[in-house]
């Protein structure tokens, strides 16, 4: 499974104990790829099936981020909880995808999921989108959607809009200081922990937008967060609801969650302790958090 082409060494690491933790769970992982007509480029996904499970999570990584960074811990916590697990690269991310980010069809890009999942995994009935950041725009979206049975949707630090500043930037480098910030590094290597952002990451992480749009990341996420704004879209959910939102994050604020459980119907709120916007997939209380509502 050649998930990092340019970090062998680094993927070994993490094979030590994520792949070793499903081993023991007796989950047999695939990857594979999945063709993007609109773009002529294939979309990278990562299954993990749980036996006999009915529910599937299907995991909207964060900014900058792929269909892995970040989300080992919470993946192994899903399948102890009985559920199969699908999770892929967003538009324009992926080292081992190939499509392009574009505002004007961002929000369909997760549109073959309602065609490829019952035919990847039969056997399950219902799913749940768990969105992290830019992810979470596009699960919202792709909930409201309903081509799937949705039955539960978790919201992880959706923004309102970006804003990157010197000072953010240091407030996320601060991360350094977490304990759950060492531990993931222990486990799963440095791949699966240093932020991805800057162009130190880019061989890792890359960013591919369409060669037409004259403008920085930043401004582009800028641009999707305000394509159909979610305080006004999440009024039309019709299934159960959990927003996670970190007490120190500057990017997404506990503010802005309070807002949206004010105006989303069947919505809770889950302010995790200690988490900026890099470290709240990552701290054991938001997989807690997680695990209870779920």
């Not at 993490?14 to 989950?27: E, P, V």
């Not at 060492?182 to 932020?195: I, N």
């Not at 004259?214 to 609801?241: D, R, W």
Request: glycine share 6%.
């Amino acid at each position: 499974m050649n998930l990092d082409r340019q970090d062998p060494k680094a993927e070994v690491k993490r094979a030590n104990y994520f792949y070793q933790s499903l081993q023991k769970l007796d989950i047999t992982p695939s990857s594979g790829y999945l063709q993007e007509p609109r773009d002529r480029a294939h979309i990278r996904y990562h299954l993990f099936p749980s036996e006999n499970s009915s529910v599937c999570s299907i995991l909207f990584h964060g900014t900058g981020n792929d269909g892995l960074f970040a989300w080992e811990s919470i993946i192994l916590g899903l399948i102890r909880s009985g559920r199969s697990v699908f999770s892929f690269d967003l538009s324009g991310h992926g080292q081992n995808s190939s499509t392009c980010l574009r505002s004007d069809d961002f929000l369909r890009s997760a549109d073959f999921l309602g065609q490829e999942l019952p035919r990847l995994l039969p056997e399950v009935q219902s799913f749940e989108a768990i969105g992290y950041s830019l992810g979470a725009k596009l699960a919202l979206h792709t909930v409201l959607q309903k081509r799937l049975n949705w039955t539960k949707l978790v919201v992880m630090a959706l923004p309102d809009h970006i804003e990157i500043s010197p000072r953010f930037v240091l407030h996320e480098l601060l991360s350094g200081i977490s304990l759950a910030f060492w531990q993931q590094l222990v486990r799963y290597g440095w791949r699966a922990t240093l932020p991805s952002f800057g162009s130190f990451r880019r061989k890792s992480f890359p960013i591919r937008i369409e060669p037409s749009m004259e403008i920085s990341y930043p401004k582009m996420v800028a641009q999707l967060l305000q394509q159909e704004p979610a305080l006004e879209a999440g009024k039309n959910l019709e299934i159960p609801t959990l927003l996670i939102y970190g007490k120190n994050d500057w990017m997404a604020p506990l503010s802005y969650g309070q807002q949206l459980a004010q105006h989303w119907p069947h919505s809770t709120l889950a302010e995790i302790k200690g988490a900026n916007h890099f470290l709240l997939p990552l701290l054991p209380t938001t997989e807690a958090k997680l695990g209870q509502w779920l």
